[in-house]
């Protein structure tokens, strides 16, 4: 089956510093989600991705998919407190669509 | 608005009482999902529904059951805990074969 690793398993930085979280599967992503989770809380979507080469930005966050559809990255410019929590990338897993696997986080910390 | 709904979002019980998380979802969203959340384990999926009267066993569905009567609704049961059910559990719905997880708040459960 597949599986999603994340990188860095965590991360902190400077309030106004830029980051990247990388999101990398063992197979062929046919349809990649990001996710933030305050602590202990419900998740919050944040993007989704589909074709290979594809980028999406939502405010400070810009989201890729690489063209072989097995890597996604997640940058955050200028980073804000706002920021932090838990990033989480999800994929359906193959081509059905019955189960959506996650990866294991990457927990964000933003000093002011 | 749009919106998963967990109840309850805390609880605490002893082994061997049975208990259930009520899930409702308000978008007429066929396909329904289970989720717990344990620290360095990430989101594995217990249980899931495409449909009415459809359900299917996820990564780690022993100790629970589901049920899919209508649409909406889609209870965990837990028939008798054990203190390894403590867990995050979320509930969560999308759209059949498309789009992103809509996500409960989640339901923090504690089995002494």
């Known amino acids: 089956s597949q599986e999603l690793e994340q990188s860095p398993q965590s991360l902190i930085v400077q309030e106004g510093k830029n980051l990247t979280i990388n999101c990398t599967s063992s197979?062929?992503?046919?349809?990649l989600y990001w996710y933030k989770q305050k602590y202990g809380e419900g998740l919050i979507f944040l993007m989704m991705?589909?074709?290979?080469?594809e980028e999406k930005s939502h405010e400070k966050i810009t989201a890729k998919l690489d063209e072989k559809k097995q890597q996604s990255s997640l940058h955050i410019t200028a980073s804000q407190p706002s920021h932090a929590g838990i990033y989480l990338c999800?994929?359906?897993?193959?081509?059905?669509?019955?189960?959506?696997?996650f990866g294991p986080g990457t927990s964000l910390s933003v000093i002011p | 608005e749009a919106q998963v709904t967990q109840n309850p979002r805390y609880l605490i019980t002893v082994t061997g009482k049975k208990l259930t998380v009520t899930c409702s979802q308000n978008?007429?969203?066929?396909?329904m999902s289970w989720y717990r959340q344990d620290p360095g384990l990430g989101l594995r999926q217990i249980y899931y529904?495409?449909?009415?009267?459809?359900?299917d066993k996820g990564d780690v569905p022993e100790g629970y059951k589901v049920s899919r009567k209508e649409k909406r609704n889609f209870p965990l049961i837990l028939e008798s805990p054990s203190p390894n059910q403590t867990s995050l559990y979320f509930c969560?719905?999308?759209?059949?074969?498309?789009?992103?997880?809509?996500f409960g708040e989640g339901s923090r459960l504690t089995v002494l």
């Open positions: 969560a719905s999308r759209r059949l074969n498309t789009g992103e997880l809509f």
């Open positions: 197979k062929t992503l046919y349809g």
């Open positions: 991705l589909q074709k290979g080469g």
């Open positions: 999800g994929a359906d897993d193959g081509a059905s669509y019955d189960k959506v696997i």
């Open positions: 978008m007429n969203h066929e396909y």
């Open positions: 529904s495409m449909n009415v009267e459809v359900t």
